[in-house]
């Protein structure tokens, strides 16, 4: 990795080793930063106070060496990214504003994608990873984890299955509790529907009700209207005097017919006058006609008013027009075949959540003995574990327990309590020496045994990771003497099979890596590229000496490091 303005760091190149590589230093000399740009490659949260101060973003690049048809470089292949010579190119940058940028084999990529990588290379153990697993909900996913597809398999459709039973649930309770406001609901539609089918309005009617309402109301003086208007145009039959349109019409088509011979435009003239006779005559019969069929019928007025005030009634409660009450109507009659349903919908819920509540207490008994079998392995692996971290006489047993409760599920023939993992409570029990009672990890080790207790677990938890490398950081703490050596000595035989980076201050561990790097602060407090070692014969025995006895010029502790690096390359 190179590692530029992140922290105390100003510009560092970290090369680790195939195997086990220890990481040292004095206390703020920036070792953690190694921790942190690892985090940041592997999709971490982009901190802007990670910026070294006065410089406008934190840059970090990593190399990673993969085989091409790797998990990881097949996902990144996905992306567009491409491998250069076998190894994965990445880098994440921080600017100070706090925005943050991915690249992956040349390719800009959302930062999300790193989180994916990240699952398949590499898997971080830390003191925050401690005290995460000394919480029985942690303890339970990393048991499941353990377990794999035995665990997996069946808690994928328990998953399902409670979901789909707290949906149900949640619509059960709410048709239920809501049972009397449907009911109103239900009474004041089937009024409002009765109420408009008594009345049976349609399509229009309120327009043409009102159109002629207006006509019976005015009968006589329409009627007078058309009598004058027809006299006007046809004569009137008692004055035959009278000069009317049509006579005076008549006058002039005769007058043109008379001369039109001596000049075609009169004749085109009086053609047109005698269109305009033959329109009059035929208003003037309609005018009649309108007359004779006006009926002035105050019975019939007194219907089509009575009619309207029904629909106005029912304009007034359910639509602005007949059209909308309609529309009302159609929806009502919906929501109410949908009301008078719910019994039925109650009943199938019901049908439903018990079979669910079945089938929930099947998966849970299948996960809870999933979980027996692979807490007994997992037990049995970390107790192994801890016998080569000098704890031979410890003993870890996982407890598996329910809690009753009324409400739940069945599992072994007790009702207990549920949730979305299963019924299930684990939690790691450790009885540190004979005879002493089991008690959870937290209560039951001191600072040291806790140490190696967590150490132990997350080796045997590593061995059900798929991932090539491990980052342990100062999970050692609290570890000294014999243990510290065991310590180291098991991170060596874990590094045979993957590579393992480890953050220490123990030289008893350091001196089991393949390669130890220091980090090194300059006079002004930042890590150059030079602050970044590997050390090497003469400087590695000066580094030991000095984790061993606070000063590298110590002939004691030189002795002391040459005996550690002798034991070790013996042990290897």
């Given at each position: 990795?190179?590692?530029?303005?992140?922290?105390?760091?100003?510009?560092?190149v970290v090369e680790l080793s195939p195997g086990?590589?220890?990481?040292?230093?004095?206390?703020?000399?920036?070792?953690?930063?190694?921790?942190?740009?690892?985090?940041?490659?592997?999709?971490?949260?982009?901190?802007?106070?990670?910026?070294?101060?006065?410089?406008?973003?934190?840059?970090?690049?990593?190399?990673?060496?993969?085989?091409?048809?790797?998990?990881?470089?097949?996902?990144?292949?996905?992306?567009?990214?491409?491998?250069?010579?076998?190894?994965?190119?990445?880098?994440?940058?921080?600017?100070?504003?706090?925005?943050?940028?991915?690249?992956?084999?040349?390719?800009?990529?959302?930062?999300?994608?790193?989180?994916?990588?990240?699952?398949?290379?590499?898997?971080?153990?830390?003191?925050?990873?401690?005290?995460?697993?000394?919480?029985?909900?942690?303890?339970?996913?990393?048991?499941?984890?353990?377990?794999?597809?035995?665990?997996?398999?069946?808690?994928?459709?328990?998953?399902?299955?409670?979901?789909?039973?707290?949906?149900?649930?949640?619509?059960?309770?709410?048709?239920?509790?809501?049972?009397?406001?449907?009911?109103?609901?239900?009474?004041?539609?089937?009024?409002?529907?009765?109420?408009?089918?008594?009345?049976?309005?349609?399509?229009?009617?309120?327009?043409?009700?009102?159109?002629?309402?207006?006509?019976?109301?005015?009968?006589?003086?329409?009627?007078?209207?058309?009598?004058?208007?027809?006299?006007?145009?046809?004569?009137?039959?008692?004055?035959?005097?009278?000069?009317?349109?049509?006579?005076?019409?008549?006058?002039?088509?005769?007058?043109?017919?008379?001369?039109?011979?001596?000049?075609?435009?009169?004749?085109?003239?009086?053609?047109?006058?005698?269109?305009?006779?033959?329109?009059?005559?035929?208003?003037?019969?309609?005018?009649?006609?309108?007359?004779?069929?006006?009926?002035?019928?105050?019975?019939?007025?007194?219907?089509?008013?009575?009619?309207?005030?029904?629909?106005?009634?029912?304009?007034?409660?359910?639509?602005?027009?007949?059209e909308s009450v309609l529309e009302w109507a159609?929806?009502?009659?919906?929501?109410?075949?949908?009301?008078?349903?719910?019994?039925?919908?109650?009943?199938?819920?019901?049908?439903?959540?018990?079979?669910?509540?079945?089938?929930?207490?099947?998966?849970?008994?299948?996960?809870?003995?999933?979980?027996?079998?692979?807490?007994?392995?997992?037990?049995?692996?970390?107790?192994?574990?801890?016998?080569?971290?000098?704890?031979?006489?410890?003993?870890?047993?996982?407890?598996?327990?329910?809690?009753?409760?009324?409400?739940?599920?069945?599992?072994?023939?007790?009702?207990?309590?549920?949730?979305?993992?299963?019924?299930?409570?684990?939690?790691?029990?450790?009885?540190?020496?004979p005879g002493a009672q089991p008690r959870p990890?937290?209560?039951?080790?001191?600072?040291?045994?806790?140490?190696?207790?967590?150490?132990?677990?997350?080796?045997?938890?590593?061995?059900?990771?798929?991932?090539?490398?491990?980052?342990?950081?100062?999970?050692?703490?609290?570890?000294?003497?014999?243990?510290?050596?065991?310590?180291?000595?098991?991170?060596?035989?874990?590094?045979?099979?993957?590579?393992?980076?480890?953050?220490?201050?123990?030289?008893?561990?350091?001196?089991?890596?393949?390669?130890?790097?220091?980090?090194?602060?300059?006079?002004?407090?930042?890590?150059?590229?030079?602050?970044?070692?590997?050390?090497?014969?003469?400087?590695?025995?000066?580094?030991?000496?000095?984790?061993?006895?606070?000063?590298?010029?110590?002939?004691?502790?030189?002795?002391?490091?040459?005996?550690?690096?002798?034991?070790?390359?013996?042990?290897?």
């Open positions: 990795m190179r590692i530029r303005s992140l922290g105390v760091i100003d510009d560092a086990f590589t220890a990481v040292t230093g004095e206390t703020g000399a920036g070792k953690t930063m190694v921790v942190t740009s690892l985090g940041l490659l592997l999709g971490g949260r982009a901190d802007p106070a990670l910026v070294r101060v006065g410089a406008k973003a934190a840059v970090v690049e990593g190399r990673i060496v993969m085989r091409p048809d790797a998990p990881a470089a097949l996902r990144a292949e996905e992306a567009g990214a491409e491998l250069d010579d076998g190894a994965l190119l990445i880098s994440r940058t921080v600017s100070a504003e706090g925005r943050s940028r991915a690249h992956v084999g040349g390719r800009s990529v959302p930062v999300g994608l790193l989180g994916e990588l990240a699952d398949d290379l590499v898997a971080v153990h830390g003191q925050t990873d401690q005290q995460g697993l000394l919480r029985p909900a942690r303890q339970r996913q990393a048991l499941d984890r353990y377990a794999g597809d035995a665990v997996a398999v069946p808690l994928e459709k328990y998953a399902a299955a409670y979901r789909r039973l707290r949906a149900v649930a949640v619509e059960l309770d709410t048709l239920v509790t809501r049972a009397r406001e449907r009911a109103q609901e239900a009474d004041l539609l089937r009024f409002g529907l009765d109420e408009i089918a008594g009345v049976e309005p349609l399509p229009g009617e309120d327009v043409e009700l009102a159109a002629e309402a207006e006509r019976l109301g005015h009968a006589e003086s329409l009627a007078s209207a058309a009598q004058v208007a027809h006299g006007a145009l046809g004569g009137n039959p008692e004055d035959p005097e009278a000069i009317d349109a049509n006579m005076l019409v008549a006058g002039a088509h005769r007058a043109l017919e008379s001369v039109r011979s001596h000049d075609p435009a009169l004749g085109v003239l009086a053609e047109r006058i005698g269109e305009l006779g033959i329109l009059l005559a035929d208003v003037a019969g309609e005018l009649a006609g309108y007359a004779d069929d006006l009926d002035a019928d105050p019975l019939r007025l007194a219907a089509v008013e009575e009619r309207r005030a029904a629909l106005t009634q029912l304009t007034r409660k359910y639509g602005d027009s007949v159609e929806q009502g009659s919906a929501r109410l075949l949908e009301l008078d349903g719910d019994d039925e919908r109650i009943a199938e819920l019901t049908a439903e959540r018990d079979g669910l509540r079945s089938e929930l207490s099947q998966l849970a008994q299948a996960l809870t003995d999933a979980r027996v079998e692979a807490a007994t392995l997992f037990a049995s692996a970390v107790t192994e574990e801890l016998a080569s971290l000098a704890m031979p006489h410890a003993r870890v047993t996982i407890d598996i327990r329910q809690a009753d409760d009324p409400e739940g599920v069945e599992v072994g023939g007790r009702t207990v309590a549920y949730g979305p993992s299963g019924a299930d409570e684990v939690e790691l029990l450790l009885a540190p020496h990890i937290a209560k039951g080790a001191s600072g040291g045994e806790l140490s190696r207790v967590m150490l132990a677990v997350e080796v045997v938890f590593a061995g059900s990771d798929p991932v090539p490398t491990y980052l342990f950081d100062e999970v050692d703490a609290g570890v000294g003497g014999k243990a510290a050596v065991e310590v180291g000595r098991r991170l060596a035989k874990l590094a045979k099979s993957a590579q393992v980076v480890v953050v220490t201050h123990l030289p008893q561990v350091a001196a089991f890596a393949d390669r130890q790097l220091l980090v090194e602060k300059t006079n002004d407090g930042s890590v150059t590229r030079s602050g970044v070692t590997v050390l090497e014969g003469e400087a590695r025995i000066r580094e030991l000496s000095r984790m061993l006895a606070g000063h590298e010029d110590s002939a004691s502790a030189r002795a002391h490091a040459e005996e550690l690096l002798a034991a070790a390359r013996a042990d290897a």
